[in-house]
Structure formats: structure tokens, C-alpha cells
Nanobody
Framework: QVQLVESGGGLVQAGGSLRLSCAASGRTFSMYRMRWFRQAPGKEREFVATIRWSGGSIYYADSVKGRFTVSRDNSNNTVYLQMNSLKPEDTAVYYC????????????WGQGTQVAVSS
């Protein structure tokens, strides 16, 4: 079992910044790739960013490149998503995900944290 707890969401004006945190726990969490997704009202959940616990294999969605930065702190088992230059279209519920291509179950999800960006 892997447990994921997100925090850090809130309301911010366009151009502002927020940092999301995802605290991971459980016996096998370090074997999973960590990913951030978001889901805006009426839209499908979409990929935002990913990172391995080793710190490598970092990738971003084109819509957030240059504005968002994903990182991890292995000392406290936490993954971060630093979001700068926020836009109203970044408004969504942001979810932390742990994914594995070879473990079962392949995915764990956090409860989500709301980010709202006002224009």
C-alpha cells in the first residue's frame, strides 16, 4: 500500500505562485514513479509533470513547461510542484499519483488539492 497526501492548494491571482506538496508513505512507495495530474471542471484529468525518486526522468506537459518545476525531497518522502506565473487556465484540482509499470496495483492517487487562479 502507498498513501499519498497533497497539500498547498489555494486561491491566487494570475501571475502568482503556489507550491504543492505530496507526502508519500508505505512500504513500496519508492518503487513508484511520481506524477502530478490536474482536472479542471468539465474536463478530463490531464498529465502535468513527473519525476522519479532518484531525481531523474523529469518531464512536463507543454502547457506548464517553463512555469512549473517538479522536485522531490527523499529525506521526508515528499514530492513538490512549484507553480509560477499562474494563469486562470491552471485552475483545477491537482492530484498526486504514484505509478508503476510492473507492480500491482499500478496506480495510487492522493485526494487532490484545489488550485484556483483569478484573472
Amino acid at each position: 500500500q502507498v498513501q499519498l497526501v497533497e497539500s498547498g492548494g489555494g486561491l491566487v491571482q494570475a501571475g502568482g505562485s503556489l507550491r504543492l506538496s505530496c507526502a508519500a508513505s508505505g512500504r513500496t512507495f519508492s518503487m513508484y514513479r511520481m506524477r502530478w495530474f490536474r482536472q479542471a471542471p468539465g474536463k478530463e484529468r490531464e498529465f502535468v509533470a513527473t519525476i522519479r525518486w532518484s531525481g531523474g526522468s523529469i518531464y512536463y506537459a507543454d502547457s506548464v513547461k517553463g512555469r512549473f518545476t517538479v522536485s522531490r525531497d527523499n529525506s521526508n518522502n515528499t514530492v513538490y510542484l512549484q507553480m509560477n506565473s499562474l494563469k486562470p487556465e491552471d485552475t483545477a484540482v491537482y492530484y498526486c499519483n504514484a505509478h508503476s509499470d510492473y507492480l500491482n496495483p499500478p496506480d495510487y492517487w492522493g485526494q487532490g488539492t484545489q488550485v484556483a487562479v483569478s484573472s
